[in-house]
């Protein structure tokens, strides 16, 4: 199997410049001046696209591809080597990230991707080759909306997941009436509790700003009352029916259930702006070979399928995605290749399902921050890690950043509470220290798939004269790479365009096609002849990963001809061949 060689960039000073040379690296400084030890809020990640797009015009293309429910753009960014043909003409990766709009890092590593490979171009061999050979399509905030309000509003660190369309969540015939309320007015929503002698939690023994559930017959201490807020509409509960609340990742085509199956799963498949404009680009784009969507923790590299009763993918597809999944294990320290049903939960209407299981397109997820890299040891809890763990990693890492001390508060309805815990910065977000090796590890898992996409190459024609004019034309069709041009799935389910390799005169009515079709032994095996059309052999298995095929014509006439292979996810290969 093809290995990937990507380099890794370092900083500007001098001793880690020399460092960085020692290591056989080079300092390739980018046009723009971006840092990624922070976030980038909706406004600062569009103009950091538009600045990468104005200095490197000669391998960068943006456009809108449509609006969010709020009116932002959407924006995508085309990378290519025009000089090496249209992007349309070659194979193409697809990365997108935060589609749920609290998993904010998920659109930093997009955005890293882009500016790491531009100003990698002409400076590091193998990526100035990937992207002559290959293009990039990149949209680094599926959910703009989102995006803008966990920045712009107070949240929890898993609020703010969905889009911003008003959403009757609790069936009371209101819309979005009854969210989270910045009691205090720091910026956070925050955990309430009540001291009360029958509560069911106490102080953790080992750490006090911690609470652990009493056991049978101990005497309590709070009540945990759940995060900040009040009863906005009088129904009883707090919380119950913030702003949005559906879930975009349940809302493309395939296996798509109804939302009282699949919660947030929408009216129906691509009924918000967002998914709809990316499905119809990405439809519009059958030159897309892999796909990987980018999401926010865990340390999961994700595949399909959704649910069980879906079924186990194709063997054939299963050898590709294992192999991109055990070498990704290893480019990610703390991750884990996963099945979405078996090893996470059920998805029903996920995007990589789509791509895959509708579109016949390699495509991955990725859970990118993990606890594990805290401490960079393994927790037994999950990947938030042990919350003692989480709070040493505040403490003597982070400086007390990321958990709010207990403070008391007059709370309208529960009178004396005390209000603190947990940021919406802690669980879920990596902290801007460890945000570089994020995007660069994820970056380079992503940059190793769209090096396994499809190349081709005729490595072996030969001709033989059958006596006269007539002669047998063999010719090789190697693919270079591990994805094969005709995915299983597709092969199976008949999705998008067959191969074909076609056969022509270079000078017109010099040649006549007396037959042709398939080899699968050039010495042994009979030819399987095609019925019609003997100079154009459809191929809707493909080229199998780092395998050939061997196809043959029997043709009458002088002169030379033209062997031409094309496929939707390779660049089209040909050969003229001389008939003596």
């Given at each position: 199997m093809r290995q990937s060689s990507i380099t890794?960039?370092?900083?500007?000073?001098?001793?880690l410049f020399a460092t960085s040379l020692a290591w056989g690296q080079a300092d390739h400084r980018s046009r723009v001046a971006l840092t990624f030890d922070h976030l980038y809020n909706y406004e600062e990640i569009s103009e950091a696209l538009h600045g990468l797009a104005n200095a490197y015009p000669e391998l960068l293309r943006l456009q809108s591809i449509g609006n969010s429910f709020e009116g932002r753009d959407m924006w995508l960014m085309t990378i290519n080597n025009p000089k090496t043909g249209a992007d349309t003409e070659k194979p193409a990766m697809y990365i997108d990230g935060n589609i749920h709009g609290n998993e904010v890092q998920a659109a930093e590593v997009p955005l890293y991707t882009i500016w790491y490979l531009c100003k990698s171009y002409g400076h590091v061999e193998a990526l100035t080759e990937l992207l002559d050979e290959c293009a990039f399509y990149i949209l680094p905030m599926v959910n703009p909306d989102g995006r803008a309000h966990w920045f712009d509003k107070p949240n929890t660190s898993s609020s703010s997941r969905s889009g911003t369309k008003p959403t009757d969540n609790d069936n009371d015939g209101l819309f979005d009436e009854d969210g989270y309320d910045d009691l205090d007015g720091d910026g956070e929503i925050?955990?309430?509790?009540?001291?009360?002698?029958?509560?069911?939690?106490?102080?953790?023994?080992?750490?006090?700003?911690?609470?652990?559930?009493?056991?049978?017959?101990?005497e309590g201490q709070y009540d945990r009352l759940g995060r900040e807020g009040i009863d906005n509409d009088g129904d009883g509960r707090i919380n119950e029916d913030g702003t949005g609340g559906y879930d975009m990742n349940r809302n493309w085509p395939a296996d798509w259930q109804p939302s009282y199956i699949q919660?947030?799963?929408?009216?129906?498949?691509?009924?918000?702006?967002?998914?709809?404009?990316?499905?119809?680009?990405?439809?519009?784009?059958?030159?897309?070979?892999?796909?990987?969507?980018?999401?926010?923790?865990?340390?999961?590299?994700?595949?399909?399928?959704?649910?069980?009763?879906?079924g186990e993918y194709p063997r054939g597809d299963l050898a590709v995605y294992n192999h991109l999944g055990s070498e990704g294990e290893k480019m990610l320290p703390f991750y884990r290749y996963m099945i979405i049903w078996k090893d996470l939960y059920t998805v029903h209407g996920g995007f990589v399902n789509w791509t895959y299981e509708h579109l016949g397109i390699f495509s991955f997820t990725n859970e990118l921050w993990t606890g594990d890299k805290m401490f960079y040891r393994k927790s037994k809890e999950g990947f938030f890690g042990r919350q003692e763990d989480m709070l040493t990693y505040n403490d003597f890492l982070l400086f007390g950043q990321i958990f709010r001390p207990w403070k008391p508060f007059q709370h309208p309805v529960y009178g004396e509470i005390e209000l603190g815990g947990w940021v919406k910065q802690s669980s879920r977000v990596p902290p801007g220290f460890m945000l570089p090796e994020v995007c660069h590890r994820n970056a380079a898992f992503t940059i190793f798939h769209a090096g396994a996409m499809p190349k081709l190459e005729i490595t072996d024609a030969t001709v033989e004269n059958k006596g006269g004019d007539v002669f047998e034309i063999t010719v090789e069709v190697k693919n270079l790479r591990i994805l094969p041009t005709v995915s299983a799935i597709a092969a199976r389910e008949g999705i998008g365009a067959r191969d074909v390799i076609e056969i022509t005169s270079v000078e017109e009515g010099q040649i006549e096609v007396l037959a042709g079709g398939t080899l699968n032994d050039r010495f042994l095996a009979p030819l399987v002849f095609v019925e019609h059309q003997p100079h154009r052999l459809w191929n809707g298995r493909g080229i199998p990963g780092e395998r050939t095929r061997l196809f043959r014509w029997l043709v009458k006439g002088q002169g030379s001809v033209e062997v031409n292979y094309s496929s939707a996810k390779a660049v089209d290969v040909s050969q003229t061949i001389e008939l003596k």
């Open positions: 890794l960039s370092v900083g500007t000073a001098a001793l925050l955990e309430m509790r009540r001291r009360t002698p029958n509560g069911r939690w106490k102080d953790s023994p080992v750490d006090p700003r911690l609470m652990v559930r009493c056991k049978p017959g101990e919660f947030g799963a929408g009216d129906y498949p691509f009924c918000y702006p967002e998914t709809r404009c990316i499905g119809e680009f990405i439809k519009a784009h059958p030159n897309i070979a892999g796909v990987q969507a980018y999401h926010n923790a865990g340390g999961m590299i994700l595949r399909g399928p959704g649910a069980k009763y879906v």
